[in-house]
């Protein structure tokens, strides 16, 4: 393959939170890298995961959804995050469900027009519509912004138009180098998608409001021959969350652990030792220098 063809692009999924960018990203990259969960606010950093077809490499950013609620340091920080994977990036795709366009959408794609010359709507969740000649016209109502040079209706959980997707992204590529070698899937760490995967079994097994007080710490990550040692805290803001977290006798931590273990080794195609702790840190989601301390850190956004 001759070096003046190569093509390479940084590509970023945005739109508000709970659309699926994180599923969709899965589904291009055929494995997980990104947790995902039918709560808001599930991703909470920026991640990279690399798709690379012969003569072309792309390179896409997840990023947390954008959300109305800014009082927290966290969300604004997550929201930070989103937007500035919004800008410098040489194909944006924004992400929506079905049917659901709406004023946050509008004022979030206000600034595409000025910036973007490439830029891609995708309307997910095409699955769920019940009326199917429902689509055409919001896809021409969609079209009548002028905000978009691509309109693609997908499905990413039932793997539905993908790859007219994956198309439309190769031909807004430009030329240039490959950065990553072609088997690279993601610049993420197994530590990291350890803590990641942990939180995302939090998630699907507490109350509704209890996933954004949840903070997952790998204390200790040892892999030996035959086995990994994987030690985690996991970090809530009051007595009365840990108890939640806990549960009676201790049996969600415990189902926590397991789902966690199951899939980790999986994953890591090993056997996995998995112990947890829940701790209290007062007021975590709200302090700046505790975030940073997290993880939680613009400069670095893990
Ligand atoms: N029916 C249906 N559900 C989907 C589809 N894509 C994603 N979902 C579900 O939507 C929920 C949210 O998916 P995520 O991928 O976590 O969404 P996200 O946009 O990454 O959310 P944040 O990280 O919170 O911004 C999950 O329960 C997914 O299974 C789809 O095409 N059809
Ligand atoms: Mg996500």
Redesign the pocket.
């Known amino acids: 393959m001759s070096e003046q063809n190569k093509k390479s692009g940084f590509i970023s999924l945005v739109?508000?939170?709970?659309?699926?960018?994180?599923?969709?990203l899965n589904e291009i990259l055929g494995q997980k890298i990104?947790i995902?969960?039918?709560k808001?606010?599930?991703?909470r950093h920026r991640l990279l995961g690399i798709k690379t077809i012969e003569d072309s490499q792309m390179i896409f950013i997840?990023t947390?959804?954008f959300h109305a609620d800014h009082k927290r340091a966290l969300n604004q920080y997550m929201n930070k995050v989103a937007s500035s994977a919004m800008k410098g990036v040489d194909v944006l795709i924004y992400?929506i469900e079905c049917l659901n366009w709406t004023e946050e959408d509008q004022q979030l794609t206000n600034q595409i027009r000025e910036d973007h010359e490439a830029s891609i709507l995708v309307i997910?969740?095409?699955?769920?519509i019940h009326q199917k000649e429902d689509l055409l016209p919001f896809i021409k109502i969609m079209s009548d912004l002028h905000l978009f040079s691509d309109i693609v209706p997908?499905?990413?959980?039932?793997k539905q138009n993908i790859t007219a997707l994956i198309d439309s992204i190769l031909a807004k590529l430009p030329v240039g180098q490959h950065i990553y070698p072609s088997d690279q899937v993601s610049d993420i760490s197994e530590r990291f998608l350890a803590s990641e995967i942990i939180r995302e079994k939090c998630i699907t097994r507490v109350g509704d409001e209890l996933p954004y007080r949840i903070s997952v710490s790998i204390e200790k990550f040892i892999e030996e021959e035959n086995i990994v040692h994987i030690d985690a805290n996991l970090f809530v803001e009051k007595n009365s969350q840990k108890g939640m977290l806990i549960g009676a006798s201790g049996s969600k931590l415990k189902a926590i652990g397991t789902a966690s273990r199951l899939e980790l080794e999986e994953i890591l195609q090993t056997k996995v030792m998995l112990n947890l702790w829940v701790k209290v840190k007062t007021g975590w989601t709200d302090d700046e220098a505790m975030l940073s301390t997290m993880g939680y850190d613009l400069g670095k956004s893990r």
């Open positions: 739109g508000k939170t709970n659309v699926g960018k994180s599923t969709l990104s995902t969960s039918r808001p606010q599930t991703t997840d947390p959804g992400v997910n969740k095409i699955d769920k997908i499905s990413a959980l039932k």
